[in-house]
């Protein structure tokens, strides 16, 4: 053999070897663990712009705040602007691989907060929600899991979902931002997950009504397993949210909410009241789901 050919034969034995060292050592890397404190950040940091309202400088703020820690994280961005009953929409939707191909999973949650405490008395119900609960609990599961979640997972979607939450105010609806999404959907997930008020310190997670029960039996048995007692596999509530456009489509849907939240809609849904354990109870929950697929 001469001295060119032993060069080239040590130098494919050294990308054989390399390649397969490096293959090893990934499968021995434990993924990353969600951190309920790290998603008590991300709800810090939503309600230090103050209330995302429709068209306010806190909304592009924070749509700001998601995108940059989706691109830190490795997730490919999109921003979908668009309409929905005349008013202005934007989604945010992060994948991972070819934007094309229908996700197993797809986890929403919606990034808007309202724009009236109408569940409050007297003045207070003309001021804006904070929604560190109503909003900025799911944003912050997502944000989590979109650290954590490793790209050979099952194929997910992220998707934050714009103007949710203003329904019965000045010609809104309710879930605008997820329908508007639901119609110009080119692909089907297989499932849809919704995470909406979820940090709540006493957290109480019935099985919505209208959710898809044995997708729901699946998720709660999942938190079963963990020994998370918040995720209480009795049905309650029938609500009103952003799962319900991908129902409609027949697409097998879920919505993980504690509506029992007392300080929903009132100017006390205040980031004191979230909870870094009930963060981590649901997001360690998805991320053994998604991960057992």
């Keep these: 053999m001469t001295t060119r050919r032993r060069l080239i034969f040590f130098f494919l034995l050294l990308l054989l070897v390399g390649g397969a060292l490096g293959l090893f050592l990934a499968r021995q890397t434990p993924p990353a663990t969600f951190d309920g404190e790290q998603a008590y950040e991300h709800v810090l940091a939503q309600v230090s712009f103050g209330p995302r309202l429709p068209g306010s400088e806190a909304h592009a703020q924070v749509v700001d705040y998601i995108v940059s820690k989706l691109k830190g994280y490795h997730w490919n961005v999109e921003l979908q602007d668009t309409e929905w009953n005349g008013f202005a929409v934007r989604n945010i939707l992060a994948y991972r691989g070819n934007p094309d191909a229908a996700p197993e999973v797809l986890l929403g949650a ?62 809104r609806d309710w879930i605008m931002g997820s329908r508007a ?77 504690d509506f029992d939240y007392p300080y929903w809609h009132t100017g006390a849904d205040t980031a004191d009241k979230v909870s870094p354990e009930s963060l981590e109870a649901v997001g360690r929950t998805l991320q053994a789901w998604i991960m057992g697929k």
């Design 110 to 171: 919606h990034y808007d907060s309202r724009l009236y405490a109408d569940q409050d008395s007297g003045p207070a119900r003309s001021q804006p929600v904070t929604g560190a609960n109503d909003g900025a609990s799911g944003v912050a599961v997502l944000l989590e899991l979109a650290r954590v979640l490793p790209s050979a997972s099952a194929p997910v979607w992220l998707v934050f979902f714009d103007a949710e939450d203003n329904g019965n105010i000045q010609g």
């Design 181 to 257: 999404f639901a119609a110009q959907l080119t692909v089907q997930p297989q499932s849809v997950v919704i995470v909406d008020m979820v940090g709540d310190a006493d957290l109480n997670l019935y099985i919505e009504l209208n959710s898809s029960r044995t997708l729901a039996e699946e998720i709660w048995a999942q938190a079963a397993s963990l020994g998370y007692a918040q995720f209480i596999p009795t049905a309650k509530y029938s609500i009103l949210d952003d799962h319900l456009p991908f129902l409609e489509m027949g697409i097998p849907a879920v919505d993980i909410i």
